[in-house]
């Protein structure tokens, strides 16, 4: 079943084109997530929303959404569920990718989803100022970044950047059987998870905040990689 997002303006707009919704489809009314409704949500009910949010991505489920409402619905505050770091590829649309709506998710973008202190911060505003309850760092499949560490680039305040992957590459490198290039697909993808887990590990070494959330169940920081031919996203055990 594919879900529709309608406003009643829409609505009207479909009718006076002469066209209609089809039968048996679930009309899905449009809002924004509210403290109370964000207040209830446990981590792992907000990351089994992204995985279902995600299954609809994939099964290509339909969603008309009134952008318009929804930016004048969070004008004065907004509760998203859960907070995303995501590599800063245009490739990985990621409030479609978990098929989220203004308001539901924030989204911190970064070459090769790395950790500095400007990104820690945002993680820590999302979370304890704003209230979300996951924080899902996120790679993805072909990554530029991960290829240009692998291969040693140096260009500008690009190499800072890619040094901060190289841990990634070093433990890639222990266990892996093979050509360990950035021309084996293999080994991009051995380094993009291990590069996931690396940013995992700052986040919680780096930001007491953080580390103290999710020691008290408050929040979940947990991994995963966008699979850019299939459009799935795979939470990684850990």
Request: glycine share 6%; charged share 25%.
């Amino acid at each position: 079943m594919k879900k529709y997002i309608l406003s009643l303006a829409v609505l009207f707009a479909l009718a006076s084109c002469n066209k209609t919704i089809i039968e048996d489809e679930e009309i899905i009314p449009t809002h924004v997530l509210t403290k109370e409704q964000q207040e209830k949500l446990t981590p792992d009910e907000v990351i089994a929303d992204l995985k279902a949010g995600n299954k609809d991505f994939v099964d290509d489920n339909l969603t008309v959404r009134n952008s318009t409402k929804l930016v004048r619905e969070a004008a004065l505050g907004q509760y998203p569920e859960a907070v995303v770091l995501s590599c800063l590829d245009s490739r990985v649309p990621v409030e479609d990718v978990f098929h989220k709506a203004i308001g539901e998710i924030f989204v911190a973008r970064v070459a090769g989803n790395i950790v500095n202190h400007d990104i820690l911060g945002s993680l820590e505003y999302a979370c304890k100022v704003s209230g979300s309850k996951v924080v899902v760092v996120l790679g993805h499949e072909y990554c530029g970044a991960i290829k240009s560490s692998i291969e040693g680039v140096k260009l500008g305040n690009i190499t800072t950047l890619l040094e901060k992957i190289d841990p990634a590459i070093i433990a890639a490198k222990q266990n892996f059987k093979g050509d360990a290039t950035a021309k084996n697909p293999e080994f991009v993808d051995e380094v993009c998870k291990f590069n996931v887990y690396n940013s995992i590990e700052e986040i919680r070494r780096d930001s007491p905040i953080l580390k103290e959330m999710e020691a008290n169940n408050e929040i979940k920081i947990v991994g995963a990689v966008y699979d850019m031919k299939t459009g799935e996203v795979k939470f990684l055990d850990y």
